[in-house]
């Protein structure tokens, strides 16, 4: 993996962090083409990124969710859907080439980015 120094990585971070919470998603699409940049394999970049979005998901849905913009009616089922599926992604990650990874994941980014659009 490439070194890069620490003021790029504390920048790149903070944006992925602003971005998720602002937009509640999406920290992720970006985490990994700026992981993969940094000289990680694409395996490991999808791990890391998933591994620094939670806490970063974490911060932003305690403070909408104190902020009582969360009704608990679509919490609950949406958590356990997520946390199942999270489980479900990492051991998949795990077994699948990264050949179809790389190809799903690029291919969900242009699908979201032409919903965005459209």
């Known amino acids: 993996m490439k070194r890069a120094n620490i003021g790029a990585r504390l920048a790149g971070g903070a944006l992925i962090g602003a ?4 937009l509640g998603g999406g920290g992720g ?4 083409p700026l992981l993969k940049a940094g000289g990680l394999p694409a395996r490991r ?10 806490p970063a998901s974490a911060v932003s849905g305690a403070v ?11 919490l ?9 599926g999270g ?3 990492a051991k998949l990650l795990n077994v699948l080439p990264v050949r179809l990874v790389t190809f799903v994941f ?3 980014m242009l699908l979201a980015g032409w919903r965005m659009l459209v």
């Open 19 to 22: 971005i998720n919470g602002m």
């Open 29 to 32: 699409m970006l985490a990994v």
């Open 45 to 54: 970049a999808h791990a890391t990124a998933i591994a620094v979005i939670l």
């Open 64 to 74: 909408y969710f104190f902020s009582g913009q969360v009704p608990l009616f679509a």
């Open 76 to 84: 609950v089922p949406t958590l356990l859907g997520v946390a199942a």
């Open 87 to 89: 489980y479900l992604g």
């Open 106 to 108: 690029g291919a969900l």
